[in-house]
């Protein structure tokens, strides 16, 4: 494995010191789970961190595919982030109102897009204002910049790759949903869904990752969760949750270590779940 990447989440104190500097862009993630009763942007045109701009995971989506969120076509993600001002010189530092809950999978889109230079706000919005530090509710109108994408297909999964490593374990699968959830004993935030997990793969809920605070457990804690959860991180990994976000902070917290051999599993258990002839194990992993 190699050495731990302290660049890939940032404190409010670092944000602070640098909210006006011209090669920053601050970008609200925020998304909610159905029947949460709360919408993202509302929120945010509520009470954002000054700079802010909005990036909707449900509209830079792909509109074509039956399942929420999937990742969009490359043409598709360039075009938005042009239009939020983010060029390729830009560091981009994300967040979102929960804390550290869909902050990461736009870390992750990014990365998949070839942008390298993104950071996940540690934390998150709730520390940013426990800490008394300014909000704002005016939306930015930024100036359209130039932004290269392409996407690295390694870094995603699809339901036949993910298929293929679970009948030939090939690559470890781990589920950030909650425990109850992943052993079949919870419904499904989505309805249609069956109850379980794709059979081999491990659970570590991704709260299992977090400070009471929301904050990022440190890289030495992070790697005793995934061992304790049956993980070796000395083999390839793919992440999965409900819907592919929050399969986003066990890769954000896997790059941290310094673990590179891992891809996430965009379609997650809304698609393995959806689909009756794809087999489903249910209860404690073996």
Same mark, same amino acid.
């Given at each position: 494995?190699?050495?731990?990447? %302290?660049?890939?989440?940032?404190?409010?104190?670092?944000? &602070?010191? =640098?909210?006006? #500097?011209?090669?920053?862009?601050?970008?609200?993630?925020?998304?909610?789970?159905? @029947?949460?009763?709360? !919408?993202?942007?509302?929120?945010?045109?509520?009470?954002?961190?000054?700079?802010?701009?909005?990036?909707?995971?449900?509209?830079? &989506? !792909?509109? *074509?595919?039956?399942?929420? *969120?999937?990742?969009?076509?490359?043409?598709?993600?360039?075009?938005?982030?042009? =239009?939020?001002?983010?060029?390729?010189?830009?560091?981009?530092?994300?967040?979102?109102?929960?804390?550290?809950?869909?902050?990461?999978?736009?870390?992750?889109?990014?990365?998949?897009?070839?942008?390298?230079?993104?950071?996940?706000? !540690?934390?998150?919005?709730?520390?940013?204002?426990?800490?008394?530090?300014?909000?704002?509710?005016?939306?930015?109108?930024?100036?359209? =910049?130039?932004?290269?994408?392409?996407?690295?297909?390694?870094?995603?999964?699809?339901?036949?790759?993910?298929? @293929?490593? #679970?009948?030939?374990?090939?690559?470890?699968?781990?589920?950030?949903?909650?425990?109850?959830?992943?052993?079949?004993? &919870?419904?499904?935030?989505?309805?249609?869904?069956?109850?379980?997990?794709i059979p081999g793969s491990r659970s570590l %809920?991704?709260?299992?990752?977090?400070?009471?605070?929301?904050?990022?457990?440190?890289?030495?804690?992070?790697?005793?969760?995934?061992?304790?959860?049956?993980?070796?991180?000395?083999?390839?990994?793919?992440?999965?949750?409900?819907?592919?976000?929050?399969?986003?902070?066990?890769?954000?917290?896997?790059h941290r270590m310094g673990h590179t051999r891992?891809?996430?599993?965009?379609?997650?258990?809304?698609?393995?779940?959806?689909?009756?002839?794809?087999?489903?194990?249910?209860?404690?992993?073996?």
């Amino acid at each position: 494995m190699a050495t731990s990447d %302290p660049t890939l989440l940032v404190s409010t104190d670092w944000l &602070a010191e =640098r909210l006006t #500097a011209p090669d920053i862009r601050i970008l609200d993630a925020s998304l909610y789970l159905p @029947g949460d009763g709360r !919408d993202g942007r509302t929120e945010y045109l509520k009470a954002h961190i000054p700079g802010a701009r909005f990036f909707d995971i449900d509209e830079i &989506a !792909d509109s *074509h595919s039956p399942l929420p *969120h999937m990742l969009p076509p490359v043409e598709k993600f360039v075009s938005r982030v042009r =239009r939020m001002g983010i060029g390729d010189g830009h560091r981009v530092i994300v967040y979102d109102q929960q804390g550290l809950f869909s902050a990461a999978r736009v870390w992750w889109t990014f990365r998949v897009f070839g942008h390298q230079d993104v950071a996940v706000l !540690d934390g998150g919005l709730p520390k940013w204002i426990a800490e008394g530090r300014p909000i704002e509710e005016d939306e930015p109108d930024p100036r359209e =910049r130039h932004f290269t994408g392409r996407r690295n297909a390694s870094m995603v999964r699809d339901v036949t790759q993910i298929a @293929g490593a #679970a009948k030939l374990r090939g690559e470890q699968i781990v589920d950030a949903r909650a425990a109850a959830r992943f052993r079949g004993e &919870a419904p499904e935030p989505r309805e249609g869904l069956r109850s379980g997990h794709i059979p081999g793969s491990r659970s570590l %809920p991704y709260t299992d990752l977090l400070n009471a605070d929301g904050t990022m457990k440190d890289p030495e804690a992070t790697r005793a969760a995934f061992e304790a959860a049956g993980v070796d991180l000395g083999k390839p990994i793919v992440t999965s949750c409900g819907s592919g976000v929050t399969a986003a902070v066990l890769t954000l917290a896997l790059h941290r270590m310094g673990h590179t051999r891992n891809a996430l599993y965009d379609g997650s258990w809304v698609e393995w779940g959806a689909y009756p002839d794809l087999a489903v194990e249910t209860g404690d992993p073996a």
